[in-house]
C-alpha cells in the first residue's frame, strides 16, 4: 500500500526497567487489621533497599507504620492504601483511610487534633530528616483521611 502510514517503534524496547531510586512509585491496598502497621512496615523496608534507599529505610519504616497505626486506632478494621513514592529528590508516604466524614466542623477538628496528637513518634522521626508530616480529610463523599510523611534524601 503506497502513502500508508504504519506505527512501529523507533526503537526495540531494551527490556523492564530495574529498581531504582528515580522510578519508586508503589501503591498497596491493606485490609486495615491491626497486622497491618507490620506489613507496611515490611513492604517498606524492602522497596527501598531493592531501589537504592536503605539509608531511609528505618525512619520510612517508622512513618509507614505508625501512619497505618494510627488509620487502624481512628477507623478499625477498614482498607487503608499506603503509597511510597519518590518525587522532586524526597521521598513521599502517603495513607489513604476510609475515616467517615463528621457531622459538624467543630467534631471534625476535635478528631483531627487527637490524630494529630498521636502522631508524636512519625513527627520525630521526619523532623530528624528535615521533612515534614500532616494529615487531612479525603475530599470525598464517604470521608476519609490522607496523612503522610516526607522525607529528604
Known amino acids: 500500500m503506497k502513502g500508508a502510514l504504519r506505527c ?9 526497567v530495574p529498581p531504582a531510586a528515580e522510578n519508586l512509585s508503589y501503591s498497596m491496598p491493606l485490609p486495615g487489621g491491626a497486622y497491618c502497621a507490620g506489613l507496611a512496615r515490611q513492604a517498606v523496608r524492602s522497596l527501598l533497599t531493592r531501589q537504592g534507599l536503605a539509608g531511609l529505610c528505618d525512619t520510612a519504616a517508622l512513618a509507614a507504620s505508625e501512619l497505618v497505626a494510627a488509620a487502624y486506632w481512628f477507623t478499625p478494621d477498614r ?75
Open 8 to 16: 512501529l517503534p523507533s526503537a526495540v524496547a531494551a527490556g523492564p
Open 79 to 153: 482498607e487503608v492504601i499506603p503509597r511510597v513514592r519518590r518525587q522532586f529528590d524526597a521521598l513521599r508516604i502517603v495513607l489513604y483511610d476510609q475515616h467517615p466524614a463528621h457531622a459538624s466542623a467543630e467534631k471534625a477538628e476535635e478528631c483531627r487534633d487527637r490524630r494529630s496528637r498521636s502522631m508524636w513518634l512519625p513527627a520525630a522521626a521526619v523532623d530528624t530528616h528535615g521533612g515534614d508530616w500532616g494529615l487531612a480529610p479525603v475530599l470525598t463523599p464517604g470521608g476519609g483521611t490522607k496523612s503522610w510523611a516526607l522525607l529528604h534524601r
